[in-house]
């Protein structure tokens, strides 16, 4: 083997990477934020008394945990477009990355309600705190410090999930990388580069994760 490797190529196009990196990034945040209400509200809805909601919510995550991503993506993409919504590909990533997390967030946050006691509720009501502050202060908010490690990793799972945006057009880290690709057929070393900048990305979502932890629940530190 006489391969010789040359980054050369690759360093002069360093703003294709940090333009792809920034956009696998905002794709991630804007679909874990979209994926955490969706979260929320369907783990309520998987604890409602309400039997339709509560069939809802179970079908809504079969489906989304059953059937793949890049499925789903052509879903939102094609499917709007025949209905007559015309959806960028951008915002079609987001839509279907958001409910994807929400699928998955829908169990582990209703994991976390669960794991909250019922003599908490109830001494939250004898206080006399509304139902909307028992809900924030004493369900929802210590159920995602307990489940917060499981809901980082989702972040992560995300921001790797995201690069099957460059397939409708999105371009992200992975659809810079392919174009690089493409012009320079320098692929081992553009590969070699985007693994390195993946796994930067999923370090500092894991680093940020733990900071936030310690700060939004100071509770379990002390």
Known sequence: MNYVFHFQSIWNNTGLFLSGTLVTLQLAILAMLFGTVLGILGAVARNSHWRIARGFSAAAVEVIRNTPLLVQLYLWYFGLGVLGVDVPPYWSVVIALGVNNGGYLTEIIRAGIEAIKIQQIKAGVSLGMSGFQVFRYIIIMPALGIVFPAVSNQFVISILMSALAMIIGV????????????????????????????????????????????????????
């Open 171 to 222: 371009k992200d880290l992975t659809y810079q990388a392919v174009y690089l690709q493409a012009h320079t057929f320098r692929s081992i070393e553009t590969y070699i580069v985007v693994i390195v900048l993946y796994i930067i990305l999923s370090k500092a979502i894991v680093l940020f994760s733990e900071f936030l932890d310690r700060r939004l629940f100071k509770y379990k530190y002390i």
